[in-house]
């Protein structure tokens, strides 16, 4: 609990007079604290003197350790707690938000919820079946409050949250459990699926399934269907069909039996736009280019085409931007997704100065229009060639299929020395080559030795270019090369014969290149191995 944590939450209280206030909170996992997604979107500003109906979504926030009381509210609408039982806050959390005629949500983390990497906690012991009962047991109350109290938006985010998350690790653990544990989580599934049936659409497609397989008591599929998860992944490829969209995910294959198409169609509003946009090169007449993606999450650009438009806002309205597409397969290992490839979702287009504070981004597909507004970065600006007191690189470039890669970097001294480096291993240039501008291009091949073996390339990494101005063999600690924003947004991906490489920029702005496995764009994408050629 943070220092301030009491004095935050009661200054709140103070000021505001509400019936109690809700903090933020986060995760500790191991030494490391990590931010919760789900309480980054509840408490990212200050809202004092709220209801339940201003935010549902704080149903969503089910914890007693992050909230304050007016101890009078608490004896009129809220105790006692249930006791003897897992999960008591859950019920008690929500009698307060239905009950309260205020409250307000604080952006401070006032609390850091500890992970315990053995499993000790009470509630990590998902395979008991008395974990299992009470689960059950609050989900029941729960819902029966909702319905009874709850205005429906705030009721539908109860069952998003009870059917999308809450269940899903008791099913999970069904390949392992006993007969007991099985039937009574398939009559609590049952039971929860029929009072939560008008929720059904708005959470993950491949847990309907799981909730549908579960109620009907198919539980070898059940197991097919945990294992697919394992292999392929929990995301669901979208399919659209005059006008509607469904999903389509990978372990309906593995299943002995079809379920109903209706389970998987998906509302158009789950669309989900996924945009950025590079730091704008400006131009001497300050205008800029800009590189950036825009792809809707689970569409498949290899079987589906989605128009894309960027629209800028000015005197006479939104007007349109020229677009020039791109191919990147960079974004398909990025975007972490096993079925679906997004590489032909960048692009680039030229703005005129002066330049705006944002863009707004359209995807359209089938009818289905879904758009987001994208803030422009800083403008990296043409930059300096070097830093004048080292070399800085200038350009990169690796020749499809071979076995070699060139940079060019200005201001290099002659007697200077230059590697891709990692801790353990490092890449000398073979060749350096002075340039009539006065640069130099450094040129490292891939072909290495090692345990006394030829290999077409070296272990893959991220390596750091690195140099020393004597000529020594450059390591870890000699100083790394700088390339400018500009330089580096020009980067692209290269599949050599033996490795994909690729060019990119650290956080501290050094030179570095990506060495990775030798896969073609649509091959690649994260634990993509068994899809190895």
Request: charged fraction near 25%; aromatic fraction near 6%.
């Amino acid at each position: 609990v943070p220092g301030n944590a009491y004095e935050v939450m009661m200054a709140s209280l103070a000021a505001s007079g509400s019936d109690f206030c809700v903090g933020s909170y986060g995760r500790i996992r191991g030494s490391r604290k990590i931010p919760v997604r789900l309480a980054g979107s509840i408490h990212a500003r200050m809202r004092t003197g709220v209801t339940v109906s201003d935010i549902p979504e704080v149903i969503d926030n089910v914890f007693l350790w992050n909230k304050v009381f007016r101890r009078d509210f608490w004896d009129r609408q809220v105790g006692p707690m249930p006791e003897n039982i897992r999960y008591e806050d859950q019920e008690t959390t929500a009698r307060a938000y239905l009950r309260s005629q205020s409250f307000d949500v604080l952006p401070d983390v006032v609390y850091w919820w500890r992970i315990r990497e053995d499993g000790s906690s009470i509630t990590q012991a998902k395979h008991l079946i008395e974990d299992l009962r009470d689960r059950l047991s609050v989900a029941g109350d729960v819902t029966a409050l909702c319905e009874a109290e709850a205005p429906a938006p705030v009721a539908a985010g109860w069952f998003r949250r009870l059917l999308g998350a809450d269940l899903l690790p008791y099913i999970e653990q069904i390949p392992d459990a006993g007969e007991e544990y099985w039937q009574l989580l398939r009559r609590g599934v049952r039971q929860l699926c029929a009072a939560g049936q008008p929720h059904l659409r708005d959470i993950d497609p491949q847990v309907r399934v799981l909730l549908h397989l579960t109620a009907e008591g198919r539980r070898e599929d059940i197991r097919r269907a945990l294992v697919d998860r394992i292999n392929n992944g929990t995301a669901s490829p979208l399919v659209f069909d005059r006008g509607r969209i469904f999903a389509e995910p990978p372990l309906l294959q593995v299943l002995a039996e079809p379920v109903d198409r209706e389970l998987l169609a998906v509302d158009a509003r789950h669309l989900d736009l996924v945009a950025a946009l590079a730091p704008p090169v400006t131009e001497h007449d300050g205008g800029a280019t800009l590189r950036g993606y825009a792809y809707l999450r689970n569409v498949d650009l290899r079987r589906t085409t989605v128009q894309l438009s960027v629209r800028v806002c000015g005197d006479e309205g939104f007007q349109p931007l020229p677009l020039q597409p791109g191919t990147d397969p960079v974004l398909d290992t990025a975007s972490g997704d096993r079925n679906c490839s997004y590489a032909d979702s960048a692009f680039s287009l030229q703005i005129n100065a002066p330049l705006p504070a944002e863009l707004t981004v359209c995807a359209e597909v089938d009818g289905h229009r879904t758009e987001r507004t994208v803030a422009l970065p800083v403008p990296a600006g043409p930059g300096p060639k070097s830093r004048g007191n080292g070399p800085a690189v200038t350009a990169f470039a690796a020749e499809a299929g071979g076995d070699a890669i060139d940079i060019v970097v200005d201001g290099a001294p002659a007697a200077a020395a230059f590697a891709l480096v990692t801790a353990r291993f490092r890449i000398p240039a073979g060749d350096a080559e002075p340039l009539p501008d006065g640069g130099t291009r450094l040129r490292f091949p891939l072909p290495v030795t090692r345990w006394g073996r030829e290999l077409p390339a070296p272990p893959s990494d991220s390596y750091t270019l690195r140099w020393n101005a004597g000529g020594g063999r450059p390591d870890p600690s000699d100083p790394t090369v700088p390339v400018a924003e500009d330089t580096a947004a020009s980067f692209r991906s290269s599949l050599l014969s033996a490795a994909r490489v690729c060019g990119l920029r650290t956080a501290a702005g050094a030179m570095a290149v990506s060495i990775a496995a030798p896969l073609a764009a649509d091959e690649a994408g994260t634990f993509h191995q068994y899809r190895l050629r």
